[in-house]
């Protein structure tokens, strides 16, 4: 075991980003130039120890010294903190034309019958304590008006980058060492393996020949420090008993500490007594390993907006969260301008895009998934002791919206 450290930086030089005119992979998007095979794939944070295993006076040795870090072609500007490198310019041809959006007609969606409507207000009323089952029973459905709302969403998968220099204790294993010949791959020609799309997910990889093997900032290369825990005591007091070597029973007697045996200390839990605590930076042996490291973040963008039919504006935010039927969907490396039947969907739409498409500045755009989803809506006008009133029912789960329901005289959960 050892304890690891990884961190990242500022910015590289814009000057140091290679732009290219190569067209994205027709399969996914991806354009690399490094084999694979070259990096170490991290899954995370090795750990010997964690930030809390070093006292105070630890803390500002608690990272190597960056002006001790060697420039690299291309890393010049790298820190221990994360820095996002963006996507290599990719040139494309200008294309205007618009994506036709083919909407399946609305005629054959199912439409609810009054009896249907009938069956679905009575079961909801039945569910309902409060609510006059007689009404769902009795009374007279004038009218039935259907309106769809529709739901747009759209999904960008992307790919993003940050370096940072990092440092795990060099126990041995071969470097991948600066070479003046063979100079580190830029952050994007980096390869590594394509997730699943749409799914979130990361992964930590060492940038090839930036390796540096230096002598542990914390210990001088020696391995082994004063134990700052017990200020090279070799001991610390009892938890138990404070000290006392003493604490009373549950029967109110004074008895002997059996944590400490009366001493009213015990060893130190870091160094075991010894006053001499192995160094946490290199974990023994003297020397780091220093490197750059890049991590690789695959992310889901999602945007939904949803189009509410204007005869049930009362159920506009319960729409976003109902089901509908999947009327048209797509999927591209890149979406064009979509052009549905419907002026205001496809305003929502254009809108979307638009705010997706500022995303490949700092975020390389590898798939992009959109849908239309058309939600029922039943608009139902009925009459009940010559009062007029409407309820909706709406989503592919016929789910009721009716504020203005009758409620039942006798109610069993009225608290008196």
Known sequence: MSWYR????????????????????????????????????????????????????????????????????????????LCSIPPPVVLTPADSTEEAGDLKPFTELPHLSETEIRNILIQYADSKCAFDKNVAREMDIIRIDYRPGYKYTLESFTEMRQVSWSFEPYTGVPLDEVSVSEPPPEPWDIECPLPKPFQMHSMILDVPHTDVLMICHVCGGIGSRRCTACSAAGWERCSLCLGDGHKISIQGYRERCFRCLGTGRKKCWK???????????????????????????????????????????????????????????????????????????????????????NISFSEKLLLQRHGVWAIPVSKVTYEWKEDEDVFFIYGTKNEVFAPEFPESLCCCCVIS
């Open 271 to 357: 160094c075991n007594g010894e006053t001499i605590a192995v160094c946490r930076g290199c974990g023994g042996t003297g020397q780091i390993r220093c490197f750059i490291a890049i991590t690789v973040s695959w992310s889901n963008h999602v945007d939904t907006d949803i189009l509410e039919p204007s005869e049930a504006l009362a159920v506009t935010e319960k729409l976003e969260y109902a089901n509908g039927h999947l009327i048209f969907q797509d999927e591209k490396s890149v979406i064009p301008s979509v052009s549905f039947p419907v002026k205001d969907l496809q305003m929502i739409a254009s809108a979307i895009l638009e705010k997706h498409r």
């Open 6 to 81: 990884r961190a990242s930086a500022p910015c590289l030089k814009g000057a140091n980003r290679r732009r290219s005119s190569a067209a994205f992979s027709s399969a996914t998007g991806r354009r690399c130039s490094v084999a694979a095979t070259s990096t170490r794939l991290r899954s995370g944070s090795k750990g010997y120890g964690s930030r809390g295993d070093f006292g105070e006076d630890d803390f500002e040795l608690f990272l190597p010294p960056l002006e001790d870090m060697p420039q690299i072609k291309g890393y010049e500007e790298t820190t221990f903190e």
